[in-house]
């Protein structure tokens, strides 16, 4: 409730993974409360917010944006959501709730089997959507949903933000135009690396969408995990780094809506996004500025460019580059092209009926096409539009229209000019307070203000932060920050699963890091107490989409020098001193290294040595022990050198967060 339930009452992984986890919270806090157990006032009110948390962010045809690792395009019109809002009406009164029942209980909607003629069961489980009325509930709804609901009156849904979670939604025509900046919270494991995210939806129409997640063993899951997949800036052709977004403001009136949110995508690298909805259009602004030229790429799904007069260009086939890991995208890209189009303003337009753009780069850009997988269960493939711009600082700015709402857009010393189908023309610009939008000759102004009571009314208690997890690190000052190191692992780096680190028998470990002469790291690991259980790293997963071998006994070790970088899964071979060596996929950079192995009286002690590049006086390192025990399928737990931070190891795979390394240097550097 404190760690991982933000404080506008949204699951840290986003609305698939709340729907999930809050049901299970729901179980702990009637469990508490049936034993008199005292939970802090806060964490019951952020609790019962999350009961309509999930539903504030709903696109207009009522499904769940596919937000990081979720299952594309869920209905909202299945039992166990509605079985949500009766619970949390249970608990307090809630307009929001009562609103989403009005529309799941709606009489006029066709009805399918729930199958509560056969079990009154809790169901954890996706299926089609249907209408609903109170009988399709669960056992949960009979024994502590309200005997007689209030009236049901489907409210319009309107623009909402979630700090916390980090999204701002602004919508029009009652609903059904969407469009949303998703920038805050990355998500952790099931999280993607797409900050500064755009939607755009109108009814059954989704121009710009996310595509949630496919198979978990299907080849596309590291498509679905890439920045290019979604509508989301890349910085010098890879995926972006995992980090939070900031909210720089968040503001609505006079009929314009409008939110701005920044994320540090590179260390000397900000990137800030802005969008202003209006009547008809919406303008997009993507702002950079650097300590260093950097290269910002955008992708438009599902767009294509158009001259002046709306005709195809001629584009030349070409081949793309871009970064090499699995997960930066590019190796799913087909049939790639690229066209030089006229300067200025560029005219684009979808794929997908109703929607034209203009979009203005500010310099001298790159503009390619390719072919690019379809969202999970969609007939592929798709048009893909990347822009790509290299420099210091700069902006791409883009406006998108629907109905022809738009007819002529332009820049204008430092403000962007938009021609209504109407005639007239509004003027958009950057002032301190925000974003003004000045309309028309007669000169009315709006401005969208960052300190906006929107804004300012979600500084509370309740709606503060969580408290960020523990973060187990070494002291900058103390000599263990200095190579040579010695470490011990035990309770407080243990990721632990079902079992605690006591009843998984206190495993334990020892690091000891060294410098061997100028040019080699070597890292020696002694796990004191286990049951030799390796699985060879060239063994076949069929379960799941990582290696086989991190299930077993074994070791993660991750390093990085600079931009080079290494991450291997190192697993000891029985009867011989050598040890197995698996690339971890992400970390390719060329660092070498070589293993050895032997068995201890109890354990087992491995030793790698890495070859560093000339010169090297610091070096980033991050161990992991895999640990288990005779008879388990999976990993019972983890050791983890940075510190567990109160983390469990399911899902965990062998991906690791860069950020997350400590750094050492030589004790004479």
Same mark, same amino acid.
Request: proline share 7%.
């Given at each position: 409730?404190?760690?991982?339930?933000?404080?506008?009452?949204?699951?840290?992984?986003?609305?698939?993974?709340?729907?999930?986890? @809050?049901?299970?919270?729901? +179980?702990?806090?009637?469990?508490?409360?049936?034993?008199?157990?005292?939970? /802090?006032?806060?964490?019951?009110?952020?609790?019962?917010?999350?009961?309509?948390? /999930?539903?504030?962010?709903?696109?207009?045809?009522?499904?769940?944006?596919?937000?990081?690792?979720?299952?594309?395009?869920?209905?909202?019109?299945?039992?166990?959501?509605?079985?949500?809002?009766?619970?949390?009406?249970?608990?307090?009164?809630?307009?929001?709730?009562?609103?989403?029942?009005?529309?799941?209980?709606?009489?006029?909607?066709?009805?399918?089997?729930?199958?509560?003629?056969?079990?009154?069961?809790?169901?954890?489980?996706?299926?089609?959507?249907?209408?609903?009325?109170?009988?399709?509930?669960?056992?949960?709804?009979?024994?502590?949903?309200?005997?007689?609901?209030?009236?049901?009156?489907?409210?319009?849904?309107?623009?909402?933000?979630?700090?916390?979670?980090?999204?701002?939604?602004?919508?029009?025509?009652?609903?059904?135009?969407?469009? &949303?900046?998703?920038?805050? @919270?990355?998500?952790?494991?099931?999280?993607?690396?797409?900050?500064?995210?755009?939607?755009?939806?109108?009814?059954?129409?989704?121009?710009?969408?996310?595509?949630?997640?496919?198979? +978990?063993?299907?080849?596309?899951?590291?498509?679905?995990?890439?920045?290019?997949?979604?509508?989301?800036?890349?910085?010098?052709?890879?995926?972006?780094?995992?980090?939070?977004?900031?909210?720089?403001?968040?503001?609505?009136?006079?009929?314009?809506?409008?939110?701005?949110?920044?994320?540090?995508?590179?260390?000397?690298?900000?990137?800030?996004?802005?969008?202003?909805?209006?009547?008809?259009?919406?303008?997009?602004?993507?702002?950079?500025?650097?300590?260093?030229?950097?290269?910002? &790429?955008?992708?438009? @799904?599902?767009?294509?460019?158009?001259s002046q007069d709306d005709q195809p260009l001629s584009w030349s086939a070409a081949t793309i580059v871009g970064g090499a890991g699995v997960e930066d995208g590019f190796d799913f890209l087909a049939q790639t092209e690229r066209v030089d189009p006229p300067s200025g303003v560029v005219h684009a337009r979808s794929c997908r009926p109703g929607l034209q753009g203009w979009v203005d780069t500010g310099g001298s850009a790159e503009w390619w096409r390719a072919l690019a997988p379809a969202s999970p269960g969609g007939e592929g493939p798709v048009p893909l539009l990347l822009v790509r711009r290299t420099a210091l600082d700069g902006r791409i700015v883009s406006v998108w229209s629907w109905n022809g709402a738009v007819v002529d857009v332009r820049s204008h010393t430092g403000s962007l000019l938009v021609t209504r189908v109407d005639g007239v023309v509004e003027r958009h610009e950057a002032v301190d307070e925000g974003w003004r939008v000045t309309h028309g000759n007669a000169g009315g102004r709006t401005t969208l203000r960052r300190d906006s009571a929107q804004v300012r009314g979600r500084d509370s208690t309740l709606l503060t932060a969580a408290p960020a997890p523990r973060r187990h690190d070494l002291d900058l000052t103390s000599p263990r920050r200095t190579l040579p190191a010695l470490l011990t692992l035990g309770e407080p780096e243990y990721r632990r699963s079902e079992e605690s680190w006591t009843e998984a028998g206190r495993p334990c470990a020892t690091v000891h890091l060294t410098r061997i002469e100028a040019d080699r790291l070597s890292v020696q690991v002694q796990v004191a107490r286990s049951s030799r259980t390796f699985i060879s790293v060239d063994v076949e997963n069929v379960l799941d989409n990582e290696p086989a071998a991190i299930n077993g006994d074994g070791v993660q070790l991750y390093v990085a020098v600079g931009e080079q970088q290494g991450g291997w899964l190192l697993v000891p071979r029985p009867g011989s001193t050598s040890v197995g060596v698996r690339r971890i996929e992400g970390w390719t950079a060329p660092l070498e290294l070589t293993a050895t192995w032997r068995a201890t009286a109890q354990g087992w002690e491995l030793t790698a040595t890495i070859a560093l590049p000339p010169a090297t006086d610091r070096v980033d390192v991050d161990v992991i022990v895999n640990e288990t025990a005779p008879g388990r399928a999976r990993r019972r737990g983890q050791l983890v050198l940075s510190g567990a931070r109160g983390e469990f190891v399911y899902l965990r795979g062998d991906r690791h967060d860069r950020a997350r390394l400590l750094r050492f240097t030589s004790a004479d550097a």
């Open positions: 409730l404190t760690q991982a339930l933000l404080g506008d009452g949204s699951w840290y992984e986003g609305e698939n993974y709340h729907l999930f986890a @809050h049901r299970g919270l729901w +179980y702990g806090v009637q469990m508490a409360e049936r034993l008199g157990r005292t939970i /802090p006032e806060a964490a019951l009110a952020r609790f019962a917010e999350g009961f309509a948390a /999930p539903f504030r962010t709903v696109l207009p045809d009522l499904t769940y944006p596919s937000r990081r690792d979720s299952q594309y395009a869920v209905s909202v019109r299945q039992p166990r959501f509605a079985e949500s809002c009766e619970l949390g009406l249970a608990r307090r009164d809630d307009d929001r709730l009562v609103g989403m029942l009005a529309r799941l209980y709606a009489p006029d909607t066709p009805r399918g089997d729930t199958g509560r003629a056969r079990t009154s069961a809790d169901v954890e489980l996706n299926v089609a959507p249907t209408g609903l009325t109170r009988a399709d509930l669960s056992w949960r709804a009979l024994l502590l949903a309200r005997p007689i609901l209030p009236p049901l009156r489907a409210t319009p849904l309107s623009s909402d933000l979630l700090p916390d979670q980090g999204i701002g939604i602004l919508r029009r025509e009652s609903g059904a135009l969407y469009a &949303a900046l998703d920038y805050g @919270h990355s998500g952790g494991g099931h999280g993607h690396p797409d900050r500064l995210n755009v939607l755009l939806v109108r009814g059954l129409t989704r121009w710009f969408d996310d595509p949630g997640t496919g198979s +978990y063993v299907d080849p596309t899951l590291h498509w679905y995990r890439s920045t290019l997949a979604h509508t989301a800036p890349l910085v010098d052709g890879r995926s972006q780094p995992r980090v939070h977004g900031r909210l720089l403001g968040f503001d609505e009136r006079d009929g314009a809506g409008w939110v701005s949110a920044e994320a540090r995508l590179a260390d000397d690298l900000v990137v800030r996004r802005s969008l202003v909805l209006r009547e008809g259009y919406l303008v997009d602004v993507v702002e950079w500025s650097g300590g260093s030229p950097h290269e910002i &790429a955008l992708p438009f @799904h599902g767009i294509d460019l158009v």
